[in-house]
Nanobody
Framework: QVQLVESGGGLVQAGGSLRLSCAAS????????MGWYRQAPGKQRELVAA???????NYADSVKGRFTISRDNAKNTVYLQMNSLKPEDTAVYYC???????????????WGQGTQVTVSS
């Protein structure tokens, strides 16, 4: 069993900041990449940012320069620092981990339950 538990969402005014955290626990052998996705009402889920075990990062164009993803491999935790938030950043943010539960298995995607981020204008 693998669990991804997110925290840090909430309501913030435009221009403000929030920091999301996601801790992975359970039967984890290794984690390849971790990331954050978001889904706004009526829209498809989209990649926000991702980070590999080697700390290579990838960001959506809409958040470059404002959001920073980082991870603590020892704690199996990924963070998303969100600055200069805009109303269009309002969405449910989901944590994702691409991991193996055994040494001989394949990597699979696991998801958190989501955390709401609301940015008021």
């Amino acid at each position: 069993q693998v669990q991804l538990v997110e925290s840090g969402g909430g309501l913030v005014q435009a221009g403000g900041s929030l920091r999301l955290s996601c801790a992975a626990s359970g039967s984890i052998f290794s984690i390849n990449a971790m990331g954050w996705y978001r889904q706004a009402p009526g829209k498809q889920r989209e990649l926000v940012a991702a980070i590999t075990s080697g700390d290579s990062t990838n960001y959506a164009d809409s958040v470059k320069g404002r959001f920073t993803i980082s991870r603590d491999n020892a704690k199996n935790t990924v963070y998303l620092q969100m600055n200069s938030l805009k109303p269009e950043d309002t969405a449910v943010y989901y944590c994702n981990a691409h991991l193996k539960t055994t040494g001989w298995g394949l990597h699979h995607n696991y998801w958190g339950q989501g955390t709401q981020v609301t940015v008021s204008s």
